[in-house]
């Protein structure tokens, strides 16, 4: 079975050995992914739901180039560092998702890799047979 490599282009990905996300088969895992922009510079800093809609565009990117689409995630896993913002970031997660209805875990984490991220997410995909 092949094994399609997604980049983000972040230079990150060479330095620690990660892809934004890997596709074997019909199956589809993207990394932990934050709220950041194309130079690296954090987005909506302060602010849950904002950085969790700036997580779903890049997730979905990473979707899109792996041949799939968000109504193919079956699993979402939110990694926050204050739960209280629970309602913000739910808000954001079912502006993409209130009809997909994935899996979906959120849990709190003492700290993310920098201190302005308030949440890291990844997803699983499964490609639904066209046939």
């Avoid at 596709?23 to 895992?29: L, N």
Wanted: glycine share 10%.
């Amino acid at each position: 079975m092949d094994r399609q490599l997604i980049s983000s282009g972040a230079k990150w990905e060479s330095v620690v050995g990660y892809s934004r996300a890997v596709r074997v088969g019909s199956m589809v895992h993207v990394a932990g992914t934050t709220a950041v922009n194309n130079e690296g510079d954090i987005v909506g800093k302060g602010d849950g739901y904002l950085q969790t809609k700036q997580i779903f565009k890049i997730i979905q990117k990473a979707l899109e180039d792996a041949g799939a689409s968000l109504k193919d995630v079956v699993r979402t896993r939110m990694f926050v560092t204050d739960i209280s913002h629970w309602e913000a970031i739910g808000r954001a997660h079912g502006e993409f998702f209130r009809e997909i209805r994935p899996a979906s875990t959120m849990l709190e984490v003492s700290k993310l890799i920098h201190p302005d991220m308030l949440i890291e997410i990844e997803v699983d995909a499964i490609i639904a047979d066209e046939g």
